[in-house]
């Protein structure tokens, strides 16, 4: 089943490296989105999830819950 899934990163983070690993492990296509400060990607994040914390992954239009561990959610969000 393809999905709609978007990853917001920034360069140099050890967990969306390890994010996006997931995804490629599992043959899951996304889009990397990659969020520097002053841009619309940053303020889409503020204005959505309440911060510029990352990665967030985003499913079908989803904002997953950033909060929770991320290998239960995405293997919870992608059984």
Do not use: S
């Amino acid at each position: 089943m393809k999905r709609n899934v978007k990853i917001y990163v920034t360069p140099g983070c050890q967990a969306c490296e390890a994010t996006m690993r997931w995804f490629d492990q599992k043959k899951i296509k996304y889009e990397r989105i990659v969020v520097y400060p002053n841009t619309p990607e940053e303020t889409f994040l503020r204005k959505h999830v309440g911060h510029f914390f990352v990665p967030i992954v985003v499913v079908e239009g989803k904002i997953l819950d950033p909060n929770k561990l991320w290998l239960e959610t995405l293997e919870k969000e992608f059984a």
